[in-house]
């Protein structure tokens, strides 16, 4: 497997890629590889003739009183796991390679980005798309993996990819939990062995309301009543939103559908996590 910091390199050996009528698949990360992301490296194997993971954590897209500072980072670790996951390359470049100075461009999506997270974390998405931009074009993928965890970022990417006629086939790879529930994240491990129990409530709340509108509850106001009253029943969890949207759209669904999806975040202590379900149709 190769390590490729600089962009002017990695796109060299992009281009030699694609002039060998290779295909190439991105599989866009921050790093601190868990289970999750090696399923979304795995997957992109078998789609395409050669993988790239860029490995990033992007400053543009964590707010000033976010966690960017202690996000973990272990690039040894990550590339042996890479290695072992099918992975062709690692794109690891650097924050100023990235941004060198004088860097103003900004790209952003609207209307999208202004609920849920987009709501939460003011700028968030725009440093998203903006990376995600740069890493379409620096790669030229004719493939890309995001996890669905990552609900609301799937939906703005379509639509980036979508909107900029970029011919890169969007693949939403199913969410990836521990034994117990839990949806994986790099975040996992600054929750407490208390605050990891608080966590599970998430993965129950959704399964609870699969439960509900499968046994006929199709307003979507009551169940999220419900589910936030569940939530919360539970001290430790502090709840950010809890809402029920079409899965591509974003718009609230009042009577449930096919694509109804319940999206949650909620804080354990200082820790953000997100979580996600469909409610009426098999994930
Ligand atoms: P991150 O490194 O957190 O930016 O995540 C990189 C990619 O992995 C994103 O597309 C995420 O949606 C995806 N991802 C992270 N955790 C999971 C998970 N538990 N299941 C599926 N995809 C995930």
Known sequence: ???IESPSAMT?????????????ALVPTMGAFHEGHLCLMRHAAGLADRVVVSLFVNPLQFGPREDLARYPRNLPRDLELAAGAKVDLVFAPAVDAMYPQGSLTRVQVAELTDTLCGARRPGHFDGVTTVVAKLFNIVGPQVAV??????????????LTLDLNWAVEIIGHPIVREADGLAMSSRNIYLTPAGRCSALALH??????????????ADAAALTAEVRARLLMDPA???DYVSIVHQHRLVATPILTRDSVLALAVFIGTTRLIDNGLLLTEE
């Open 12 to 24: 060299s050996w992009a281009r030699d890629q694609a002039r060998a009528g290779k295909i190439i």
């Open 204 to 217: 129950r709340v959704i399964n609870f309301a699969r439960q509900r509108a499968a046994t006929g509850e």
């Open 1 to 3: 497997m190769d390590l």
């Open 146 to 159: 995001f996890g669905r965890k990552d609900l609301q970022q799937l939906a703005v990417i379509r639509r």
């Open 237 to 239: 969890v502090r709840v």
